[in-house]
């Protein structure tokens, strides 16, 4: 297969995924990555060397040297403990040794300008809590033991000599050294005769044990705070030390650092001691118990170590992920392993591996007599990745141009989001027979050969020397804050004559969800006269990775062939793009390898029944809505068109008008019920009722057409004109101002206006009614009747009974 094939499939292959939680960590120098690409060494091999690789951040043995001189206050000094104790406690590393050393100055017999109260220990669990008893120590002091002067030369001396005599090769050393003044030995006779002499040969021998610590490799890093500070002596101190940090960043050399004063100092060391070590921290909130306070974990963050600053060892603390779920103080839970130290001390501290991103909350509570003092969270974190290379071609020849990619990838195995890789540097360094090193940078910036900008795969090319030979190692180096690799080295073997097989794997690019498959393919020209077995293998994935290849074997015949295979993603793989690959190999070719590829697969959460069906439920629930919307229109346009409100009933006999009732506003949705009450020798009179015996009903249908019901008799439609008997001479009239369906009124005369009573024969005095012209007579009475009961009444709207 020619290169511009291997190109050109190459840069076709799905790209720009970049999701998940996704932690990265602070630069190395060099991180070496294991590469998918060219392996001379078998893919079993690679995958052993894998295993190999510790976990966890690189360790650092570090000391911390604490100012004790007559200048420091009680206030100063305790403050200092806390800010030694914030380191001790604080290390990432369960690998790393720290030891805490105080210093004064020796003016007379049994006087020791130095007293370590911590040796070098290891920074486990037990280990932690160790240093945190032995640094309370610094608090008592010991005038009998340490004089009141401020001795460097002996401070520097003590802890170059603990860290380079019990030293680890390849560990970094790092002294961090807090004072509150300046070199003050004019009282100490082991420098000379008077005072001028003393200072001057202090000096001397600061300068030479400074050159000790550049020799042996030890880092100083001096922290002053107060007005008293000799700003140039603590540089020269962070210039006299060895000078090449954890990483080629500015912030990782040493430096010297002044605050104003004690209350300043814990925040101050803890980001001196995360630039010295190549992490970061992030600070969090503050207040007074009992309260809770948080800080937040970046995704990108694989290990690190919530510090808080207690005060007093009667504050309790209880620490919350972002899920709002208590942590353990020892031991693991979902994906995360916890351990707590320095319950007992003025600094508390919960380490945790694998920490969830996110707001963490801490529970801050004390007894009552406890609770003056502001409690302060900080988190110090690191993000440690691996990475995975393909080479193309995989096993280039000498002389030929070689295009290098490089994928960064999660503890966890999922790529990293590059908005996490602000200001990351990345490049790779070639090194092998017959030639020097050669370096080449990476970038991911769309410029070719880089296919594609902000995909968190960096891109550049190498040039393999013409005198080139045998194997070669491809080292990656990157280097950004808080970010550190994992060390794996890739080995490849030049290619020398005509390959007789040549093959190239794909992966399609797809969104698998955990428990799914993807599905890959093998094409392959085999010129041999013979078949050859290839093999495919997984790369670049972790121990116990949840991914798996089938078949692992390819019989490829001469000619050309085309195969499938399958990579399961078991159902606890990590959500996010997939980190590593698929390498093919030619077993009968001493296991060269034919081609790499990257897993192009996004992994996401299978969706729940809502996540698949949610547009199903709420179109039929906008449907629901909207019948329903409908229905309650129709049904209050049905309400409105049978309202009898304004229907005025008129109750007659022999043809005269004798009482009327007028449907109100409110009363006349759906069905008017009413009355004609019969007093004995009286008018009759309309009256509205709720229910009864002789109850007659009025209502109007939707067409708009009036309907009534008599207590005796059917329902019948009263047509416009046209009355209704209801019984003993009386009719009822019924007059509706509303059109009818086809013009006029529905039923009666046209109202005009308010009802009054026909005049009637004028009657004596005592029979006329108080209304306007007597009342009519009543013919049912007896003509000479005097009683006033048989008035009607005088011209009014029924609205009393309503």
Sequence with gaps: MNQQMKQTAR????????????????AGAGLVLLALAGAAVPVQAQQQQWRQVAEGPDPIDFAVVVDLSKSLSEKDLAREVEAAALLSQGEISERSRAAVIGFGSSEKAGQSAVREVCGLTVSDAAGRQTLSDCVQQLGKRDKNGTGPGTDFPSAVRQAVNRLTKEGRPGTPKVVFLLTDGKLDVGDSPSYGPDRPSRQANAAKQLTDELARAQRESVQIWPLGFGNEIDRGALAAMANGGYRNGCADLPDATPRMRVVDNSEQIDKALQETFAAARCAQVVEGTRGKPPGELSVVIPPIATDGSITVSKHDPKVSVTYYDPTGKKVPTSGSADGSSFEVSGRDGPVEALRVKNPLPGRWKVRVEAPEGHRGQDVAVRAIWQGRLSSTIILDPSSPRAGEQAVVEMQMQTRRGVVIDQS???????????????FG????????????PDAKAGDARFTGTVDIPKGAAGNIEVIGEMSAPGVTGDHRPLHTTLASGAAQVEGQVTVERSTVYPGGTLRGTVDVTNKDTVAHTLGLALAGRPAGSPLSVTPVKVRAEPGSSHHTFTVSVGADAPLGELAGGVVLTDADDGGRTLDTTFLNALVEAEPTWWDRWWWGVVGAVALVLAVAAFVVVRVKAGARRRDLTGVRLELRRDGRAVDELTVRSGQGGGEFRFAVE?????VPKLKRVSGGGDVHRVRRTTAGVIMIKPYRGGERALPAGESVELGEGIE???HDNRRAPGGGSVSGRPRRGPFRPRQGRRESGAARGGGRGGAPRDPGAGSGSASGSGSAPGPRQYDANF
Excluded: E, H, Y
């Design 437 to 448: 090193p050669v370096d080449a940078t990476l970038k991911d910036d769309g410029t070719k």
């Design 732 to 734: 009822l009239l019924v």
């Design 678 to 682: 019969r007093a004995s020798g009286s």
């Design 420 to 434: 996490q890789l602000k200001g990351i540097r990345v490049g790779v360094k070639v090194t092998g027979q017959g």
């Design 11 to 26: 840069s076709g292959r799905g790209r720009g995924w970049v999701r998940g939680r996704t932690p990265w960590r602070a």
